[in-house]
């Protein structure tokens, strides 16, 4: 049975960012100088970001399952060292804007797919959780006096799944005067998705 808050999930891109840091490492080994250009950022943000990672970790201890909780507070560290690549700008922003914006088109169609199967549709090789009506713990709505199972796409969560929908919304402004027309079949498509999560916070 699936249930998101006991359920840890291994993405493509932690692979990636393992890879990036392997990668990195032998930059700084073969050329020791480059090492002092690295910029960490303003330092009162860089306080920010270590104590409230160890935070995560102290809280930990206090957690009804340690060793996800342990599993999840290791996300921040890939929070900070993606951070630490973009301020840096081995990561052009723009890029990484684009490829969410591309990924979350077919969220969106994803999510419509579920919505309309009322369960999973069998993509679990790219990290879509087993879904359906009748398993517990899942997110549903109530609409017209009948249960309707939300949509989750590859998220662990269907509020988590909108908020992406949002910021891509967003992040289509950096593109829109580049083609229009393309960018609002693109909005249209992103706005749907969000529709269907029924997330109100997103």
Do not use: C
Request: no cysteine.
């Amino acid at each position: 049975t699936f249930h998101p808050y006991t359920t840890f999930f291994f993405y493509l891109s932690d692979l990636f960012l393992v890879l990036t840091l392997i990668f990195l490492s032998f930059w700084f080994f073969q050329n020791p100088k480059n090492f002092s250009k690295f910029s960490f950022g303003d330092r009162r943000f860089l306080f920010f970001w270590l104590f409230f990672i160890l935070l995560t970790e102290i809280s930990v201890f206090f957690s009804d399952y340690p060793f996800v909780s342990f599993l999840y507070s290791v996300r921040w560290i890939e929070f900070f060292i993606v951070y630490i690549l973009l301020i840096n700008h081995l990561v052009p922003l723009k890029r990484i804007f684009f490829l969410i914006v591309f990924f979350m088109l077919g969220e969106s169609l994803l999510a419509l797919f579920q919505y309309l199967n009322q369960g999973s549709v069998g993509l679990s090789i790219l990290g879509e959780p087993v879904l359906s009506p009748d398993i517990p713990g899942l997110a549903k709505i109530f609409l017209a006096d009948e249960l309707f199972l939300r949509p989750y796409g590859t998220f662990p969560h269907p509020n988590l799944l909108g908020e992406y929908f949002v910021f891509s919304l967003l992040f289509l402004g950096f593109f829109w005067k580049k083609d229009p027309v393309v960018y609002s079949v693109f909005a249209f498509l992103l706005g749907l998705g969000l529709i269907f999560t029924f997330s109100r916070v997103a």
